[in-house]
């Protein structure tokens, strides 16, 4: 099965991957309606509360968290910044700029106060990145995606796995310029996760593999970047593939590829997901007969 997507925005692809409205929100936080009032519903009720984080100005982290926030809530997981909660979980995080890129580690922490999970995300910025200078917005959208993506999956009944006996390991990516050869896989196995599968950390037997390719081509003042997820069952043998292309900047995959990985791997997710689910119907039927 040959599945093209062509990525020809990345507003587009950001598009597709918003809230599945038609999905049960998760429990407990469902007792909560999902209305623009919320903010001031939950007070006082268990809850998610998301802190500024620290290494910015008090006006970017309040950007930050309450983009973050909003985006939790769009899960229908109700959410606050910076209020306290009763009960609730909280999001603490801390920011830094380095090598052009804005760095953001966000930690959740259980009620009692124990860590559960963290999740770092990361975004290419100008020349003239500053830590007290509000992100742009695809740049805010593009970290909160990818924070939510991670940190959803840590709520009760959130991300629940569509085939829990059937293991996917996506390898990392050779001979790619920048940090792409690991943010692509990074961030596929973020989005399948996110789409309920079982996602390996490791190779595994008996576990299928994606394994993907890149290859650049100069464009007119541009480069064009073609990228084929190849999905393979447990004894090597290919069950499909996804391909996808898009047209960027001159020297735009030197470095973090940021926004890229992650518009790149919500599209991939769209095609291998129908592979995977094939192969799994196709493999049931044959074991029945």
């Known amino acids: 099965m040959n599945v093209i997507l062509r990525l020809l925005m990345l507003a587009a692809v950001l598009d597709a991957t918003g809230c599945d409205t038609e999905r049960q929100p998760p429990m407990p936080y469902a007792v909560m309606p999902r209305d623009a009032n919320i903010l001031g519903e939950i007070l006082g009720h268990p809850g998610v509360e998301v802190m500024p984080p620290d290494g910015v100005s008090p006006a970017v982290g309040a950007q930050l968290a309450g983009a973050l926030a909003a985006a939790l809530q769009e899960e229908d997981i109700p959410a606050l910044m910076g209020k306290e909660l009763s009960g609730g979980h909280q999001?603490?995080?801390?920011?830094?700029?380095?090598?052009?890129?804005?760095?953001i580690n966000w930690l959740l922490y259980k009620p009692d106060g124990e860590e559960l999970a963290g999740v770092e995300v990361r975004d290419a910025l100008g020349k003239d990145a500053d830590p007290d200078k509000p992100l742009e917005p695809e740049v805010l959208q593009a970290l909160t995606s990818r924070a939510v993506t991670a940190?959803?999956?840590?709520?009760?009944?959130?991300?629940?796995?569509?085939?829990?006996d059937m293991k996917v390991f996506v390898a990392d990516i050779e001979g790619v310029p920048g940090d792409g050869g690991k943010s692509l896989p990074r961030e596929l196995r973020s989005a399948l996760r996110a789409a309920g599968m079982n996602v390996a950390t490791a190779a595994e037997a008996g576990a299928l593999r994606i394994e993907g390719q890149v290859q650049i081509t100069e464009q007119g003042a541009g480069q064009l970047v073609a990228l084929s997820?190849?999905?393979?069952?447990?004894?090597?043998?290919?069950i499909g593939h996804v391909d996808q292309s898009n047209p960027v900047a001159a020297g735009r995959l030197e470095g973090n590829w940021g926004d890229i990985a992650f518009g790149a791997a919500a599209g991939a997710e769209e095609g291998i997901i129908p592979l995977l689910e094939d192969y799994r119907a196709e493999t049931s039927h044959n074991q029945k007969d």
């Open 91 to 103: 999001i603490r995080g801390e920011v830094k700029i380095e090598n052009g890129s804005v760095v």
């Open 151 to 164: 940190l959803v999956l840590h709520f009760p009944a959130a991300g629940g796995q569509l085939e829990p």
């Open 229 to 238: 997820w190849r999905v393979l069952d447990s004894a090597g043998k290919e």
